[in-house]
């Protein structure tokens, strides 16, 4: 299987730049997949029952990574999908809270 | 671990967070990512253009000759609102294009050293400084190799003196969780939070 990522810089595709690897995707179930091309739908059908990362579903779906993110970034722009980012302290998302929640559920493990 | 399929979502209402281990060939990060994910570690091959560039578009898909470089990719849910990625790779130079989008949205690194071969690590650690990534280095233990006083290993390693440098069993789940715990200290300890605007 064959996996890629997306490196910056930006073009063709408008929301690909913000996908990560990490970024969790959650359908809108408001949103029917009926009459998305084949692997949309297959997107579609491993996302609407819960809550994947972007390399789980490249995974699960047996698809380059390059070529799910592209298929994504369709199904968010068309409403079918919203992108969860992770958090990253170095893209300005700064929250302490987070942080000692994550170290404190490390500790506990 | 065994795979459930029921295992497969994380809770609905989580956020992510990212971890990048690093490091040499056979150094450990397959066995660390397994050690800590939850889930059957994943292991994938990417795509690289011959000039070190990723793939990162259906055209480079298609045609030209491309090298591959395996990915591991573990999680671990920490509570019902976070969920830790782990994602394992070589750290080389010539692996640098990967790195470093792999490097973009992490939370830090953790950087896995054999001590019979210290300096290999190096790009791991020049590539996460050009970044700006916090990170921790992780001497891991082999059995019979040699072992260092901590200061000998830094001078080897090059490394600035504010980062962690920790020993660790990556086959061990409470000692890879150790240089987890490490690292997010690390960067709790330094965290400064932007002046409100
Ligand atoms: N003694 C010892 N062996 C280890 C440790 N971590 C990994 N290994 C072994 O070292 C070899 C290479 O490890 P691997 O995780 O595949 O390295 P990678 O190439 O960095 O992914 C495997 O045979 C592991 O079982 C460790 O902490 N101690
Ligand atoms: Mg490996």
Known sequence: MIRSHTATGGDAIPSRGSLDDATLL????????AGLPAQAHRVMDLCLPGVLSVSEVAYHLQLP????KVIVSKL????HLIARAPYAPLAGQHDENFLRQVLDALQKL | MPYKSSDRYVPPGARS??????GPFAVGKTTFVGTVSEIRPMRTEEEM?????????LEDLRGKTTTTVAMDFGRLTLTDDIVLYLFGTPGQHRFRGMVRSLMEGALGGLVLVDTRRIADSSDAIDLLEEAGLPYTVAINHFDGAPRYAESDLRDSLSM???RPLVGLDARMFSSAKQGLIVLVSDILAHFRPEPAR
């Open chain 1, 26 to 33: 959650v359908a809108e179930t408001g949103a029917p997949p």
């Open chain 1, 65 to 68: 990574g390059a070529v799910v």
């Open chain 1, 76 to 79: 968010i722009d068309s409403g």
């Open chain 2, 17 to 22: 967070v990212k971890i990048v281990v690093l």
């Open chain 2, 49 to 57: 253009t011959q000039a070190g560039r990723l793939v990162d578009d």
């Open chain 2, 160 to 162: 600035p003196d504010h």
